[in-house]
């Protein structure tokens, strides 16, 4: 398809310090979101992903995981994937293997990350934590 018959979608990552979270926004709408906690040195630990319901299945949360680890390799910072969808989408990709902190590197599969957060969900509320992620 030409490019003249593709619309440009607006797209802006916006690090939202007292949200602790990074905010992905397509045309102003905020459509996603991906939670981390920021550690010392410079270390961030990629907690949760979610995506607004109205936009799920549409590449958002591929389109924000790899727009937030470019902006996190621009600030010189490593990363501890705990989100199972981060560790899943590092599998599949040896682009992001150098920001991924050697000591502290998070879950090395989907299955692990997600059955740690089964079992954490479990320990703090009794049941199985609710998560939207895409």
Not at 16 to 45: C, I, K, M
């Amino acid at each position: 398809m030409s490019s003249e018959g593709q619309a440009q979608v607006a797209e802006r990552l916006i690090d939202s310090l007292a949200q602790g979270r990074f905010e992905l926004f397509r045309d102003g709408e905020l459509v996603g979101w991906l939670y981390y906690t920021h550690l010392r040195p410079n270390r961030y630990a990629l907690r949760h992903t979610e995506v607004e319901s109205s936009h799920q299945h549409q590449g958002v949360a591929g389109t924000m995981v790899r727009r937030v680890l470019d902006e996190i390799r621009a600030r010189e910072g490593t990363i501890t994937a705990i989100c199972p969808f981060v560790v899943d989408y590092l599998s599949r990709t040896t682009a992001y293997a150098d920001l991924i902190d050697a000591r502290h590197p998070g879950y090395s599969d989907r299955a692990a990350a997600e059955s740690a957060l089964r079992r954490a969900g479990a320990e703090t509320t009794g049941g199985a934590p609710q998560t939207r992620e895409s």
